[in-house]
């Protein structure tokens, strides 16, 4: 390429972590318009390795999550999948996560985009101070949850209205699991992907 066309203008990567055990279209809605409403020039995809806060659950292997992810955004030129939840190994922080990416991308503004649901945990998170002083932290609502802002730090969080989908990877699971369709709740490949590899069957 020849270079960045605004050259003075730092890159502004969204961030977009999860299980993803299915990623599903409310997942892919709230990247895009996050991406939209703050500018973003590329969200980056990252699932987490094995959540702790899951942990009462089974909780598909990572490499199943990962191509499930890479098989969704494929198409989508604004949309990247990061590794590096899952090859850090163990649970996965997401200031580990975000110092990571920080390192990786130089003259970058980093965007947590997280729902509804996740936001109002971020208290209970680890090192908070560190969190917020890595990257803008953009709350979107989700169907079921009140988006409200968790005492962050001033200035830390932004709220934004997404076209709600109410759609959940638990309940995609649980679909699997009885027989129902997925389809339109997920990518088509990924629908394909849940059948090849016979995922959420005995759950
Ligand atoms: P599970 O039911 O297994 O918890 P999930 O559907 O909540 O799965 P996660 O991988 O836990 O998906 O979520 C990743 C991120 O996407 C979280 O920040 C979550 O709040 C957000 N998110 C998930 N589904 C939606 C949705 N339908 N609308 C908006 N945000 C969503
Ligand atoms: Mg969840």
């Known amino acids: 390429g020849t270079g960045p066309a ?5 890159r502004r990567l969204g961030v977009m972590g999860g299980t993803f055990d299915p990623i599903h279209n409310g997942h ?9 409403q703050f500018n973003l020039d590329e969200v ?16 598909s292997p990572a490499e199943d999550r990962y191509l499930m992810t890479v098989i969704a955004t494929a198409e989508n030129p604004q949309f990247s999948v990061s590794r590096i939840d899952i090859d850090r190994g163990g649970p996965t922080y997401t200031t580990d996560t975000l ?21 109002s945990q971020i208290l209970t998170w680890r090192d908070t101070d560190e969190l917020f002083s890595l990257a803008h932290f953009v709350g979107v609502t989700r169907p079921g949850h009140t988006l409200a802002d968790p005492g962050l730090p ?7 209205e997404v076209p709600a989908l109410a759609i959940s990877s638990t309940d995609c699971r649980a679909r699997v699991a009885k027989g ?9 490949g990924v629908v394909r992907y849940i059948d090849k590899r016979e995922l959420y069957r005995g759950e």
């Open 99 to 119: 110092r990571e990416l920080c390192a990786l991308n130089p003259d970058t503004d980093l965007f947590f985009i997280t729902g509804a649901d996740a936001l």
């Open 180 to 188: 129902d369709p997925v389809w339109y709740l997920v990518p088509d």
């Open 28 to 36: 892919l809605v709230a990247a895009q318009e996050a991406a939209t």
């Open 154 to 160: 001033a200035g830390g969080v932004s709220l934004v």
């Open 6 to 10: 605004n050259p003075g203008r730092r």
């Open 44 to 59: 980056v995809f990252v699932p987490t390795g094995q959540p702790w806060q899951k942990s009462h659950r089974h909780v």
